[in-house]
């Protein structure tokens, strides 16, 4: 069975950061490209970041570039999102994504989903 599961979310002051992670298991990980979604409350799920296989090439919405970045470590089958300078509008349910291949900016392109780990920035 494939799995995705995040960590690391959790309630923090405007301006400080957290590093989620999401832990995969029943896919060959290197051959899937990752993506991090977001859905604040009341709004749809939106892009937030992507990465290639290798890692290599990286992609994020205009409102996080500067302040988050993805990354991967292949031998623990594990992509984070580091977020630093987080602001209230970051508050949100972040959802790992997996997509096999190459990496997409749009929600409907990837298969596999994590439950969601919820990000709350105070002001």
């Known amino acids: 069975q494939v799995q995705l599961v995040e960590s690391g979310g959790g309630l923090v002051q405007a301006g400080g950061s957290l590093r989620l992670s999401c832990a995969t298991s029943g896919l060959t990980f290197v051959n899937y490209a990752m993506g991090w979604f977001r859905r604040a409350p009341g709004k749809e799920r939106e892009f937030v970041a992507a990465?290639?296989?290798?890692?290599?090439?990286?992609s994020y919405t205009d409102s996080v570039k500067g302040r988050f970045t993805i990354s991967r470590d292949n031998a623990k089958n594990t992509v984070y999102l580091q977020m630093n300078s987080l602001k209230p509008d970051d508050t949100a349910v972040y959802y790992c994504?997996?997509?096999?291949?190459?990496?997409?900016?749009?929600?409907?392109?990837?298969?596999?989903w994590g439950r969601g780990a919820q990000v709350t920035v105070s002001s």
């Open positions: 994504a997996a997509r096999p291949f190459s990496p997409s900016e749009k929600r409907e392109d990837y298969g596999y």
């Open positions: 990465l290639t296989r290798t890692g290599g090439a990286t």
